[in-house]
């Protein structure tokens, strides 16, 4: 992937030893953020990617009961189902050491996103802000947290001057229904991270930081190309 000045690439030859990278660096600023100012925030993504990220992260050793996590996007199914990004990170990241963390779920339990919006808004905005620490994923369409390609309220969620804080999303490419923390919220955060693996996806991000004309319509562009706080991707084959 080509150099851009707000985004670095570490390129990693096994997907495990960028999950262990990425945990000892996370891991590192978690720390940093409760020797400063007592307690840290993460929001990190759901999908299949961070599995292994998160069950190193779990036995870092650290201060976990001091620690809030949250996500950046989740599929609006209860947490039994499999497809529930929350399960993945109860039953992931919320392990080991990292049981004692806190952590405030974006699914409410009511039939339909926009009905839990209201909630999961005062969930979002209850919580320290900047963030410490962000760790988005990709998909091989390019959606990022859940801004899809097509999304019904991508637009709104994309708006650097937008003050929602969260939004609801369907998109064709989206399963279910979908809610998102917008571009804004994930934006602001100390430290950002894009965890991706495979060749289809490094191809996509290289043709976004390029400016292809295709790549226009990738959402993940939004976290590519702005200025707003640095972007490490983090990328195994
Ligand atoms: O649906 C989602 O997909 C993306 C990417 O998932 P992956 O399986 O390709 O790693 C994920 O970042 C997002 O949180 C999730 O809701």
Redesign the pocket.
Known sequence: MSAMPNVTTHSFTNCSAQAVALAERVAAQLREAIAARGTAVIAV??????KDFFARLSREALDWAQVTVTL??E?WVPDTDARS?AKLVETTLLQNAARAARFVPLYTGTPTPDAGLAEAEARIAALPAPFDVVV?????DG????FFPGGDRLAEALDPQGTAKVLPMQAPGAGEPRITLTLPVLLDTRALYLLVSGEKKRDLLADVRLGLADAKNYPVRAVVKQDRVPLAVYWCP
């Open positions: 993504s759901g999908g299949s990617t961070p950046v996007d599929r990004n988005l994923g990709m998909g091989e959606h990022t947290a859940s």
